[in-house]
């Protein structure tokens, strides 16, 4: 006798199908599974024989010999236990393969029976739906996930027992169409945040900071410590834009597939703030999954003092960067990993960080200083949009009075919002930003001026900016005149926008 049991395992950032095949002979007991099953699927045997005696089923005592596949593909993790369970429970006759037709099934058990939730849920429920199956049973802790993919039937399992049941229309199992009102707690304003008005000074680093995430434009912060680098990275955070429907789903599939979120829906832009310590691979991913700027797709990765950082992890940075996705290659597999994330770096201008202030002396030499900027090699400064340069603040003006109202934040975001809103009309979609333009689609779309464009000739000449440079410069011209609502790029525009090419 064969069962046929359809499950499901994530594979980078979409799900791979896989059939479970029973089959059941005399013979002397035995419990085998075979078809690249690494040692965490071959454990399995152990949960599903301990939680189908605790659920009250029997084992068969015959050989039973469980199959998955394709068996070229490589099964990890523990998605594949309910499956397997299921898988017996047909082969000893105590459910037929009618109750597990068309159904698609993932759960892990533990030794009583119970589901515990997986990773990557949205993954599989998303490929599932792709694929045509139309009812999908997950652990019910992984419910509130499954519910962001519409037109399919998700349905929650406590454990083996009340599948039993709920396959013979004994009980009614949660539906994930039920929870979908979901559990989006009313998110009070945090008194921590970190806003523009808490900021004294600093001006001209707000405005660029401003232009920054109203483009999508990656930006470097170079001054002394103390400076308020950090303060303004964090501001930047709580500039960004509310996530679209889109974006909610692919940023929870990211954090499910990290084993981040097995049970809730991420609802807010990240910010990744990795310590420089930080290896190639927990930036890059392709450990244990994804990587720091696949976690910050959609928001900002924040490199405090980026030269601290290894040169290898720096220069990585380099095709996600220009690619927005990350591909990992490895022996016998390719995953790759959305990586559309916003820069947001700081710098100390020296290895003493006092190159340039007025109040302390440089003690570096020359050769330290010039070896320390160096850290950052021409391609990745090339890839980065803006730099500005802040000074120390007065000390006496460190303790003015900060409004409660917060209105130069709320004024800055109204403007971010409302020239996010001429890019979406510009580009026919939400999601584009100027930052985020081939150089193709600037010559295309993009206008300028006449006197603008006579600027841009004359300082990219003076400046010998690369190819890449002169683009960028015009990207954040352009988004400097969505701020200022023109539809050219003015002059003016491409002045200030000229300000923030430092190399």
């Keep these: 006798m064969i069962a046929k049991i359809h499950s499901l395992v994530p594979c980078g950032f979409d799900g791979e199908l896989v059939e479970v095949e029973g089959d059941i002979n005399k013979g002397l007991p035995a419990f085998n599974i075979v078809g690249m099953a690494n040692k965490t699927v071959n454990e399995a045997k152990e949960r599903v024989r301990s939680a189908i005696v605790n659920s009250a089923f029997s084992f068969p005592t015959k050989k039973v010999t469980i199959n998955l ?30 109750d597990v037709a068309n159904k698609l099934f993932v759960g892990e058990l533990s030794l009583n029976g119970e589901l ?8 599989v429920v998303e490929a599932a739906r792709r694929a045509g ?55 009070k304003a945090d008194s921590r ?54 974006e909610v789903i692919d940023l929870t599939k990211i954090y499910s597939i990290a084993g981040l979120s097995n049970d809730e829906i991420v609802r807010s832009r990240p910010f990744r703030n990795p310590h420089h310590t930080a290896s190639q691979i927990s930036i890059i991913g392709g450990g244990a999954g994804p990587g720091e700027i696949s976690l910050a797709h959609k928001g900002i990765l924040f490199l405090d003092e980026i030269p601290e950082f290894s040169r290898t992890v720096l220069e990585s940075l380099r095709q996600p960067l220009e690619d927005k996705v990350i591909a990992i290659s490895r022996a016998n597999h390719k995953t790759i ?67 409660s109202q917060n209105t130069e934040h709320v004024v800055v975001k109204n403007n971010i919002t409302e020239a996010i809103e001429r890019q979406k009309k510009r580009y026919g979609k939400g999601g584009v930003y100027n930052g985020s333009l081939s150089s193709f689609e600037v010559a295309k779309i993009l206008k300028l001026e006449s006197s603008a464009e006579k600027l841009l000739a004359s300082a990219s000449e003076k400046l010998s900016l690369s190819a890449r440079s002169y683009f960028k410069t015009i990207k954040v011209a352009q988004t400097i005149a969505d701020l200022d609502g023109s539809n050219i790029i003015r002059q003016n525009h491409l002045a200030e926008a000229l300000i923030y090419r430092k190399r």
């Design 69 to 98: 596949a394709p068996a070229e593909l490589q099964k990890d993790g523990t998605y594949l236990d309910l499956p397997i369970a299921l898988s017996v429970l047909v082969l000893s006759g105590q459910l037929t393969q009618r």
């Design 116 to 123: 515990r939730p997986i990773k990557g849920v949205v993954n």
């Design 193 to 246: 945040m970190v806003l523009l008005d808490h900021i004294r000074g600093q001006e001209s680093a707000k405005r660029a900071v401003e232009i920054a995430i109203a483009g999508h434009h990656n930006i470097l912060i170079s001054g002394p410590p103390g400076a308020g680098k950090t303060l303004l990275a964090k501001a930047a955070a709580n500039l960004l834009p509310d996530l679209t429907n889109e």
């Design 337 to 403: 990993y959305p990586a559309d994330f916003m820069l947001v770096a700081t710098m100390n201008p020296c290895p003493c960080g006092y190159l340039g202030d007025s109040t302390h002396e440089c003690s570096c030499t020359g050769l330290q200083i010039q070896n320390y900027q160096k850290r950052l090699s021409g391609p990745l400064f090339d890839r980065i949009d803006m730099v500005i340069d802040v000074e120390r603040v007065d000390n006496k003006n460190l303790r003015a009075p900060c409004s």
């Design 133 to 187: 199956y139309k009812e999908i049973y997950v652990p019910s802790k992984n419910l509130s996930q499954a519910s962001l993919i519409s037109g399919v039937n998700v349905y929650g399992v406590d454990t083996l027992q009340n599948l039993y049941l709920g396959l013979n229309s004994q009980i009614a199992l949660p539906v994930a169409s039920e929870i979908s009102k979901q559990r989006q707690s009313d998110k």
